[in-house]
């Protein structure tokens, strides 16, 4: 079953724009990564955040963590048409016995 | 190190036939997770293998199976394929069992059921 939500589903933006995409989710986690997919290929670790962080940067990347609203965001600052592609929020669910459970992604088109 | 490796990368089967995938992890890894990519359903968790052991396993049916060998290569075997099962299948390695805090993702395979 799906745990994480994304939203919105899809978003394009210009290149230089920024891009924010929100993750809900619904049980106790241990961790929230953040990943990304090109044109269904594998996926590509961007970044992890623990349950006892609220927030985390990476680059360009910054990723925001509230376990009162079970949800993150992830921010995509000044982007590139090289970020299109898909990207997914996971949760390490408490008493998952450590498997991680995939949102259903949103897909970012970054136009040149 | 080289990446994780899965063969084959893309496959064409008919219903009722038997498909096997392998899956290389990054060497020194010893965890292999197994997911099913679709449009509808998304990516979703089959099984994990650590030690040649099953740790964990999603829901699906006994069709879906797999196994680990002691060189930590992973294959998973879909018998009595339905048209349902068409989708890219994703293997995703890493060191050790447990807290899943990051994992390497191979290209995938994608399999077609006609």
């Known amino acids: 079953s799906q745990q994480g939500e994304e939203d919105p589903q899809a978003l394009s933006i210009q290149e230089g724009e920024n891009a924010t995409m929100n993750c809900s989710y619904k049980t106790s986690i241990n961790n929230l990564q953040w990943y990304r997919q090109n044109s269904g290929r594998g996926l590509v670790h961007l970044i992890l955040i623990r349950s006892n962080e609220r927030e985390k940067h990476s680059g360009r990347l910054r990723v925001t963590l509230d376990t009162s609203k079970k949800s993150s965001s992830l921010l995509i600052t000044a982007s590139r048409a090289a970020d299109t592609a898909s990207y997914f929020c996971a949760t390490d669910d408490v008493g998952s016995n450590y498997k991680l459970t995939f949102g259903k992604g949103t897909l970012l088109t970054v136009n040149p | 190190k080289a990446g994780v490796t899965q063969t084959p990368r893309y496959l064409i089967k008919t219903r009722g036939q038997q498909v096997t995938l392998s899956c290389s992890p990054i060497s020194g890894h010893r965890s292999v997770s197994w997911y099913q990519q679709t449009p509808g359903q998304g990516l979703q968790f089959l099984f994990e293998?650590?030690?040649?052991?099953?740790?964990n396993k999603g829901n699906f049916p006994g069709r879906f199976s797999g196994r680990q060998f002691s060189n930590s290569r992973s294959e998973m075997n879909v018998s009595t394929l339905e048209l349902g099962d068409s989708a890219l299948y994703l293997c995703?390695?890493?060191?050790?069992?447990?807290?899943?805090?990051?994992?390497?993702f191979g290209p995938g395979t994608r399999l077609l059921v006609l």
């Open positions: 293998y650590f030690s040649e052991t099953q740790r």
């Open positions: 995703a390695s890493s060191p050790d069992a447990g807290r899943k805090e990051t994992q390497y």
